[in-house]
């Protein structure tokens, strides 16, 4: 029995080193036709046969019988470990990556779609960065042959794609819709021109709140939410979100209370529903109203907002209309901090 496992390991060392022999023969003869196997699958096959070798040095060196029995079955598992990992083979990017890393080659690879082609790109970061574009085959294989390209410092991968696309007198496709609302944005300044729409505006002792329209983009107002302390000649943009906007439909309502407390209604979202939000920062920033029937929220029910809240008897309020299967009916929400509205 104990001849027939040692049998049993020596075949399947055999047939690890046959492996890893046909491999090596395979990527020679692809060479000759411009073809090489990927980075990832030479990397996985490299480390399946340097694992499976050491746990097979590992057995012989041990004399314990039954450590040699675990370790002959990890040495099998890992042999039969090549298949799998062939086939569910973006699951193994991670730990190439780490392996990669770990010996500071600091490569990553990438797969680019561009008009001149399909691109498989491996970049090296160090001081600076160097790429090797080989045309892509599949995702096993990719051109032998490569160009190299240069860059100072670090870029990314979109840098590099745009670069590529911009060497060979291509651009890269720009989403035109996405192109006009950046030039859009671009162009916004704080100040509220002749061509501008002011939606609200109004005092409040030194300061003044104004929400300004800047034009539309994709059916929608581009909102602009300015303030302005002691005069109305400067203004600052109050929004610090990523464009400094909001985007709401032509009969969204605003109102503020104060300088920093405020709401806006907007009746149409998605051609569909309402949405009602409140900022307590002045417009930096807008959240989510709370409408509370019962303990828990409105949820997915059919209902209409009747206008803005309104501030009545030391608290907010708000009007209501929830549609059932059996009808219509008609609520009055409170609220102390004018951001969470429920039944008294």
Not at 38 to 46: E, G, H, I, Q
Not at 141 to 161: A, H, K, Q, R
Not at 180 to 198: F, G, R, T
Request: proline fraction near 1%.
């Amino acid at each position: 029995m104990k001849k027939d496992k040692n049998d049993l390991k020596n075949i399947f060392f055999i047939f690890l080193i046959i492996l890893i022999v046909i491999f090596i023969i395979s990527e020679k003869v692809l060479n000759v036709f411009n073809i090489g196997f990927r980075f990832w699958f030479k990397c996985l096959v490299f480390t399946i046969f340097f694992i499976g070798f050491i746990i097979y040095i590992i057995f012989l060196a041990i004399k314990n019988e039954r450590i040699r029995n675990i370790l002959n079955k990890v040495f099998i598992f890992f042999l039969f470990l090549l298949i799998p990992a062939m086939i569910f083979w973006q699951y193994t990017l991670f730990f190439i990556s780490v392996f990669a890393n770990y010996y500071n080659l600091n490569i990553e690879e990438y797969v680019i779609d561009t008009d001149f082609g399909k691109k498989v790109v491996y970049v090296q970061h160090f001081f600076d960065t160097d790429v090797e574009i080989h045309d892509y085959y599949n995702k096993f294989l990719c051109s032998y042959d490569y160009d190299v390209e240069y860059y100072e410092g670090t870029v990314s991968i979109y840098d590099i794609e745009k670069r590529l696309n911009e060497k060979n007198n291509i651009s890269v496709p720009i989403d035109n819709n996405q192109q006009e609302k950046e030039e859009l944005i671009e162009n916004i300044k704080p100040e509220i021109a002749e061509s501008d729409e002011v939606l609200y505006k109004e005092k409040f002792g030194d300061v003044t709140v104004a929400v300004v329209s800047k034009g539309e983009w994709n059916n929608k107002l581009i909102v602009q939410i300015l303030k302005s302390q002691y005069s109305e000649n400067t203004w600052t943009s109050m929004l610090q979100d990523e464009d400094g906007v909001i985007y709401v439909s032509d009969n969204t309502e605003f109102k503020f209370f104060n300088e920093n407390f405020g709401y806006y209604l907007d009746n149409v979202v998605d051609e569909k529903y309402q949405e009602l939000k409140y900022t307590s920062d002045g417009g930096r920033s807008f959240e989510r109203v709370k409408l509370l029937i019962g303990e828990t929220e409105i949820g997915d029910k059919e209902y209409i907002i009747d206008g803005l809240p309104f501030f009545e008897d030391g608290e907010y309020k708000l009007k209501l209309n929830v549609y059932y299967e059996n009808g219509e009916k008609e609520y009055i929400l409170y609220s102390d901090n004018g951001m969470s509205f429920e039944l008294n």
